[in-house]
């Protein structure tokens, strides 16, 4: 019985950002549990390189999308064509983010209107145009990506705290308008991960420190630990769970 619950076999997943980083290892922990995929990239070579990799490894079926998530026309027009030639998700995972970090009084407008566009305006340009037909079906999981900073603030990530702020609220309200199609709608926020996006930070001896004095795990976490959140809330064991941010962070947000 519970092995079931958490099958994704003959599923459909969409994952935006899959082609590399956090993106790329939650698409193959979603293969790896059965689902086929729509890999999401703006590289074609590398979003077709990986596609090829990622169904070589898995048995599974995986389609490919290319968009810029912060275009809402393009990102519609591109999303149709998934729609009409592959299928409708029964899993969307909104991933695709950026950082900018400076000081909130150094912070420049191109800046701050990057982040929002790509990690909060962009969760509804892609959502919107699966949601509707997710609803028509009757049933849908959509997980938004945040982080622990949609909790706890930290100095010099202003615009990322906003908008990662923003998606969890966003899931909320999301979950509020389409729980009653069956669709749900959650968070998972990572703490903090030996990302691509966190580089300098952890190439930084006293940031290094810092995350494992503040994390009470004592250290960075791997990308491969969010998946098992990640297959819960995509799968039919969450199907009463809506609007809920899962901090997967060593315990960071549960300490002073
Ligand atoms: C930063 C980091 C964080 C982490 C993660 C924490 O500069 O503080 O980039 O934002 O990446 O989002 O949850």
Redesign the pocket.
């Known amino acids: 019985m519970s092995a079931k619950l958490f099958d994704l076999s003959g599923r459909l997943a969409l994952v935006t950002g899959s082609s590399r980083g956090l993106g790329n290892t939650l698409a193959r922990g979603l293969a790896a549990a059965g689902a086929d995929l729509v890999l999401h990239g703006r590289d074609a070579d590398r979003v077709r390189r990986e596609a090829a990799a990622i169904a070589g490894d898995y048995g599974v079926k995986v389609s490919t999308t290319l968009f810029d998530v912060t275009d809402r026309d393009g990102a519609a027009r591109a999303l149709d064509g998934v729609l009409d030639t592959v299928g409708v998700p029964d899993i969307l995972v909104n991933n695709a983010g950026i950082?900018s970090?400076a000081p909130f009084n150094e912070i420049e407008a191109k800046n701050w209107d990057a982040v929002l566009a790509t990690n909060l305006s962009s969760v509804f340009y892609v959502s919107q145009p699966i949601t509707r037909r997710m609803a028509e079906r009757g049933s849908g999981k959509v997980v938004n990506i945040g982080?622990?900073?949609t909790l706890l603030a930290?100095q010099t990530?202003v615009p990322?705290t906003a908008a990662?702020g923003g998606v969890a609220m966003l899931s909320k309200g999301m979950a509020a308008d389409l729980a009653r199609f069956n669709v749900q709608v959650n968070t998972i926020?990572?703490?903090?991960?030996a990302?691509e996006?966190?580089t300098a930070?952890i190439n930084d001896p006293e940031f290094d420190a810092w995350v494992k004095a503040r994390t009470p795990a004592q250290r960075w976490g791997d990308f491969e630990e969010l998946v098992g959140a990640l297959i819960f809330l995509a799968s039919d064991a969450s199907s009463f769970v809506s609007g809920q941010n899962i901090f997967v962070?060593g315990g960071m947000t549960s300490v002073v």
Request: glycine share 6%; aromatic share 16%.
């Open positions: 950082q970090r982080s622990v900073v930290r990530v990322y990662k926020s990572p703490g903090y991960f990302s996006m966190n930070l962070d």
